[in-house]
T-cell receptor, first 116, second 114 residues
Framework: GNSVTQMEGPVTLSEEAFLTINCTYT??????LFWYVQYPGEGLQLLLK?????DKGSNKGFEATYRKETTSFHLEKGSVQVSDSAVYFC???????????????FGQGTILTVHP | DTGVSQDPRHKITKRGQNVTFRCDPI?????LYWYRQTLGQGPEFLTY????????KSRLLSDRFSAERPKGSFSTLEIQRTEQGDSAMYLC????????????FGNGTRLTVT
C-alpha cells in the first residue's frame, strides 16, 4: 500500500528562520499529497495539498511542491513565526486509486517549535 | 460550522472494562471517519461511514472494536475488554461527500488503560 516517510525528530528554530520539513512517499501512480497541521490544543487541519505532479500547494506562507522524480513533498516556509509552532503531518490517500481525501496514511509527524 | 465534537476528552479505564466514545460531526457532512493515534505517531485509519453505512474497516479494528452511526449523524466507537495496547488518542473526522473535500478533525478522546 501507499506509505509516507517524514523526517524524524523535533525541529527548533528562531523566529524568521527558514523551515524545511522533509517528506517522501511510496505509492502506485500519482496520488494527491497533503500536509496537515495540529496546533496546540486543536484538531488536525489541512494546511495545503497538491493533486498532481509539479503542482505547488501553498497556504499561510507555507509551500510544498509535488516532485514525482524524487517522490517528495517537502514543506517549506521562508520566515517562521512563533505562531507556527505545531505538529506537521505529511499524508497521502491509501486507497487504490490514490484519490480518497478521507482514508489517509499519515507520516509520524514533526514537532516544530519556534522561539522569539 | 461548529466543528467536530468528541466526548469525552479523556477516559481512564481499567483493563478488561468496556468504553464508548462519541463523535458529533459537522452537521452537513455525510462522511465520518475514525482514526487512532499513538504517542509519536501519525493517525491511523480505523473505519469510515457514509451516512449510516459503515463502508470500510481497517485490519487494525479487531473484533473488540465496534463503531456505529445509527441515524447518519453522530457516531460511537466502543472498545470491549480493553487492553493496555488500546491506550491512544481516538480521533474523529468528517467531510462532505463532494470530491476533494478535506477532513475536519475533532480534538480527540485520549484513552488510558491501566
Amino acid at each position: 500500500g501507499n506509505s509516507v516517510t517524514q523526517m524524524e525528530g523535533p525541529v527548533t528554530l528562531s523566529e524568521e528562520a527558514f523551515l524545511t520539513i522533509n517528506c517522501t512517499y511510496t505509492a502506485t501512480g500519482y496520488p494527491s499529497l497533503f500536509w496537515y497541521v495540529q496546533y496546540p490544543g486543536e484538531g488536525l487541519q489541512l494546511l495545503l495539498k497538491a493533486t498532481k505532479a509539479d503542482d505547488k500547494g501553498s497556504n499561510k506562507g507555507f509551500e510544498a511542491t509535488y516532485r514525482k522524480e524524487t517522490t517528495s513533498f517537502h514543506l517549506e516556509k521562508g520566515s517562521v513565526q512563533v505562531s507556527d509552532s505545531a505538529v506537521y503531518f505529511c499524508a497521502l490517500p491509501n486507497n487504490a486509486g490514490g484519490t480518497s481525501y478521507g482514508k489517509l496514511t499519515f507520516g509520524q509527524g514533526t514537532i516544530l517549535t519556534v522561539h522569539p | 460550522d461548529t466543528g467536530v465534537s468528541q466526548d469525552p476528552r479523556h477516559k481512564i479505564t481499567k483493563r478488561g472494562q468496556n468504553v464508548t466514545f462519541r463523535c458529533d460531526p459537522i452537521s452537513e457532512h455525510n462522511r465520518l471517519y475514525w482514526y487512532r493515534q499513538t504517542l509519536g505517531q501519525g493517525p491511523e485509519f480505523l473505519t469510515y461511514f457514509q451516512n449510516e453505512a459503515q463502508l470500510e474497516k481497517s485490519r487494525l479494528l479487531s473484533d473488540r472494536f465496534s463503531a456505529e452511526r445509527p441515524k447518519g449523524s453522530f457516531s460511537t466507537l466502543e472498545i470491549q475488554r480493553t487492553e493496555q495496547g488500546d491506550s491512544a488518542m481516538y480521533l474523529c473526522a468528517s467531510s462532505p461527500r463532494k470530491t476533494g473535500s478535506p477532513l475536519h478533525f475533532g480534538n480527540g478522546t485520549r484513552l488510558t488503560v491501566t
